[in-house]
């Protein structure tokens, strides 16, 4: 039975490679159109499902579940270019809707970034592209560290009509977002 509507503890959620076994919960993220109205995809049956988790992400060279005590609820992936464009990735993400506004996504991105710049090689730049419409993907990204850097034009076209992109990028040496400090009391002196 797939997790809905669950209030989810941040401490619940990790990221792993995706499982043969994971095709009920990948086709639930994969038909949930309110996340994937700034996606290329609408839905996907079942035969296209498991050919994706075949096909392409057993074979990605990194693409993990973000799951909710072991179920994964979404997806983060990182697409490291080749050759003399080794040294920028680009990051993208998805979270299910019925699971969106608790922090799941900031949270699973921290996570990728405490170690993306160890694990491959050569990599000095993560970059995001986000559909100027979408200001909650905007918002995560900032609330992680990235830095705006402008608009492209009519960029990307993913159901048919070209969109404006705002491109976002995070550097090696760019220092970390700071952990949120807890004040336990605050006592006037
Ligand atoms: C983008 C996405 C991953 C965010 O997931 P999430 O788990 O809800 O994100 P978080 O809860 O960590 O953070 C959401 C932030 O957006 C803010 N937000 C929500 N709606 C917003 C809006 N309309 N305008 C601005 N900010 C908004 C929230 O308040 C929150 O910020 P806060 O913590 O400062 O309050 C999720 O909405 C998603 O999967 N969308 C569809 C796929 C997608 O767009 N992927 C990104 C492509 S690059």
Not at 33 to 60: G, P, Q, R
Not at 122 to 142: H, K, M, P, T
Request: with cysteine; net charge positive.
């Amino acid at each position: 039975m797939a997790l809905r509507n669950t209030k989810v503890s941040l401490s619940d959620i990790s990221l792993r490679p995706f499982k043969e076994s994971d095709l009920e919960d990948y086709m639930i993220i994969m038909n949930d159109n309110t996340a994937s109205k700034f996606c290329t995809w609408n839905s996907m049956d079942k035969e296209e499902a498991l050919n994706a988790l075949l096909s392409v992400i057993y074979t990605h060279p990194w693409y993990r579940a973000i799951c909710v005590k072991d179920r994964p609820i979404g997806y983060v992936s990182v697409n490291q270019g080749e050759g003399s464009d080794g040294c920028r990735a680009e990051i993208g993400y998805v979270v299910g809707s019925a699971y969106w506004g608790q922090g799941i996504a900031t949270h699973a991105l921290k996570m990728v970034i405490s170690s993306i710049f160890s694990e491959l090689q050569g990599l000095e730049r993560l970059e995001a592209l986000i559909d100027v419409d979408n200001l909650r993907s905007q918002r995560v990204a900032e609330k992680v560290g990235f830095i705006r850097e402008g608009v492209l034009r009519k960029y990307w076209n993913p159901k048919g009509t070209p969109r404006d992109m705002v491109i976002y990028s995070l550097l090696k040496t760019d220092t970390p977002v700071p952990k949120k400090k807890k004040i336990l009391c605050c006592i006037p002196v």
